[in-house]
């Protein structure tokens, strides 16, 4: 994706309160990030780790997306799958995040919920830039699977919205 500046991601947010967006701890090392191999900007807040970020560029400009994580406190085993990129991971290492809907519905409450990467580290899984501790049964092309994660990407981001 073509890099964000901290201005673009923070006028992005659609389902979050102004100062939500003020508290919002940026990506460390923002500077460094490997942009030409990322389909969406996805991180964890360092300093409220239930707190994580996923912004995306699409045809009408940029779209940010806040989301809650709870950990459960039961222990988990197996295999999980993440929704957008569907890497297969321990299931310690996939989080369920729940977005507020934007608009009303979000105000009343409402959220979407979806399995993803718990670093949100879809883009540099699906590319091998990041290792994984679990075998995958994926045989696509990661140009493919990028297609796919975008135009997952893209439904999700409709759910918040809608
Ligand atoms: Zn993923």
Not at 141 to 148: F, H
Request: glycine share 8%; aromatic share 6%; charged share 25%.
């Amino acid at each position: 994706m073509q890099p964000l500046t901290a201005d673009e991601i923070r006028r992005s947010f659609i389902n979050s309160s102004k100062s939500l967006v003020k508290a919002m701890t940026l990506p460390p090392k923002f500077a460094e990030l490997p942009w030409e191999s990322l389909d969406y900007l996805g991180w964890r807040d360092p300093k409220a780790p239930n707190r994580a970020y996923l912004v995306v560029r699409r045809n009408d400009g940029v779209t940010g997306i806040a989301l809650n994580t709870q950990a459960t406190g039961k222990p988990r085993r197996g295999t999980g799958l993440c929704d957008l990129c569907h890497t297969a991971h321990q299931v310690t290492d996939v989080a369920l995040f729940a977005a507020r809907r934007a608009g009303a519905a979000g105000r009343e409450g409402n959220t979407v919920g979806t399995y993803i990467c718990a670093d949100l580290a879809c883009s540099l899984y699906l590319r091998g830039l990041r290792e994984l501790e679990v075998p995958q049964g994926e045989t696509t092309s990661p140009e493919e699977r990028a297609e796919r994660l975008n135009n997952r990407l893209e439904g999700f981001v409709n759910r918040v919205l809608a």
